[in-house]
Nanobody, 120 residues
Framework: QVQLQESGPGLVKPSQTLSLTCTVS??????????WSWIRQPPGKGLEWIGY???????YYSPYLKSRTSISRDTSKNQFTLQLSSVTPEDTAVYYC????????????WGQGTQVTVSS
């Protein structure tokens, strides 16, 4: 059973970079055909997909966030990381990491989510 856990600061100042880590257990982030995503849900809004890094270390980002997003991984720790630069209060959301079996599937494994607030 794959388990994912998000970690990172809960409060980020405007214009700074948000950095979150997803620690994976029960499965390798290099396992064939595995896609490791970041998704967020702003207050009162629906889920918004941010991007993914796949088993081969390829990345793909939402075109709406691409200019500010970077997803990387540390295979020695079985973790992958989200960095979102130049944040504004509109980036306040619950951030989730997830695992899918293809580039187009909705994740079938999810972390519990972590609240990130952007405020001075």
């Amino acid at each position: 059973q794959v388990q994912l856990q998000e970690s990172g600061p809960g409060l980020v100042k405007p214009s700074q970079t948000l950095s979150l880590t997803c620690t994976v257990s029960g499965g390798s982030i290099t396992a064939n055909s595995s896609y490791w995503s970041w998704i967020r849900q702003p207050p009162g809004k629906g889920l918004e997909w941010i991007g993914y890094i796949d088993y081969s270390n390829s990345t793909y980002y939402s075109p709406y966030l691409k200019s500010r997003t970077s997803i990387s991984r540390d295979t020695s720790k079985n973790q992958f990381t989200l960095q979102l630069s130049s944040v504004t209060p509109e980036d306040t959301a619950v951030y989730y990491c997830g695992r899918a079996g293809s580039s187009t599937d909705t994740p079938n494994y999810w972390g519990q989510g972590t609240q990130v607030t952007v405020s001075s």
